[in-house]
């Protein structure tokens, strides 16, 4: 029974991840995942030919939400779509900067299909260097399946050249956890 539920969750983590191919060396710890034809080793634990992955490391890859029921015996997987946009300071679309440069700019989002509850939401950005500054980060009041946020105004110095990382985080109402949900990249030339 224990090998069965593994391999549906096997095989639902596959049909949930086109695209993704999972390749794992006999008795290592470590396996390539392959999501949208970029690299990711990944710890897993290989048994009698199965793989099983972290549902963790499964979050931060998928950008979705995760859910173990006490028990243990249950994994629920929420993952909304989220479309983001960065609006400068005179509600104009960007995505690239000239580098060094210092302006204000909020990030705007639109969330639909979201199947749980979340409390917060928190919009940091990651300079090249891999230094994170958080953008925004708010208490949310009525958590709806569909909704639109902006966060406030923020001001922020592109200091350097290369890939300014914007990511969204939701927090779970059940399990007070963080989980990244939405991604995009500034260029700074």
Not at 48 to 65: M, P, R, V, W
Not at 102 to 120: G, M, N, P, Y
């Amino acid at each position: 029974m224990r090998k069965i539920r593994k391999l549906i969750l096997l095989g639902f983590c596959i049909m949930i991840l086109p695209g993704t191919v999972i390749y794992a060396a006999a008795g290592s710890s470590e396996v390539s995942l392959y999501l949208n034809n970029v690299l990711q080793k990944q710890p897993a634990i290989l048994s009698e030919g199965s793989i099983s992955l972290t549902t963790e490391q499964l979050s931060k890859d998928l950008f979705a939400l995760f859910a173990l029921d006490e028990s243990g015996k249950t994994v629920r997987i929420y993952k909304p779509n989220i479309n983001m946009v960065m609006l400068d300071n005179n509600g104009e679309i960007f995505g690239k900067v000239k580098s060094p440069s210092r302006f204000a700019f909020s990030t705007l989002l639109q969330v639909d299909h979201l199947k749980t509850e979340i409390s917060d939401i928190k919009v940091v950005i990651t300079d090249p260097a891999d230094k994170t500054e958080t953008i925004d980060a708010q208490q949310i009041k009525n958590s709806e399946e569909n909704f639109w946020f902006k966060t406030n105004e923020y001001t922020y110095s592109f200091t350097i050249k290369g890939t300014y990382t914007i990511q969204v985080f939701f927090k779970d109402v059940a399990s007070k956890k963080w989980f990244p949900v939405s991604e995009i990249d500034i260029f700074g030339i």
